[in-house]
């Protein structure tokens, strides 16, 4: 058993979630080093609306929406802290869960790739497809707290 434990929030956030992607979470909690909460699991197309309004995000076809992702956020005491290098830690134990389970994820920090098919830091991933994107002549949008089941295995 790892130092860290879901809270009582964080498992509500879960309720409604593929029940692969609640497994990943659960054993990503086991597994890291960094604690964090379950921010945001399933949504309401209404609260997709909202977010996408003040720009928190781009899409109304959310995989929040359906169940198929999760915002895991650093958390110390009793605070979520949007900071990257707390992020990377809690991606590369999300990839060691999904790796362990079999579940491909895709991760928010690099939206091209799947995250469990890559060994490459996960710092790295972020700057890489940062700079995919600028050659591309495309804004990045970054998401590192995201992570979702990929859309062509879980419709
Ligand atoms: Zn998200």
């Known amino acids: 058993m790892g130092q860290y434990k879901l809270g009582n929030k964080s498992l509500k956030e879960l309720t409604g979630v593929h029940q692969d992607l609640v497994a990943v979470v659960s054993r990503t909690i086991e597994l890291t080093v960094q604690d964090f909460a379950v921010h945001d699991g399933i949504r309401t197309l209404e609260e997709q609306r909202r977010l996408v309004a003040s720009g928190a995000s781009q899409t109304l076809d959310s995989r929040h929406i359906t169940g198929h992702a999760v915002d895991l956020v650093p958390y110390i005491n ?20 999904a790796k362990e389970l079999g579940t491909p994820i895709r991760w928010g920090g690099a939206w091209d790739l799947t995250l469990t098919d890559t060994d490459d830091a996960t710092e790295d991933l972020v700057a890489d497809y940062s700079a995919r994107r600028r ?18 295995l879980y419709p």
Do not use: C, S, T
């Not at 900071?83 to 134990?93: F, P, V």
């Open 78 to 97: 009793n605070k979520l802290r949007w900071e990257w290098e707390l992020i990377y830690k809690i991606a590369d134990a999300v990839r060691a869960a």
């Open 135 to 152: 050659q591309a002549g495309k804004k990045a949008f970054i998401d590192g707290p995201h992570f979702e089941l990929p859309k062509m």
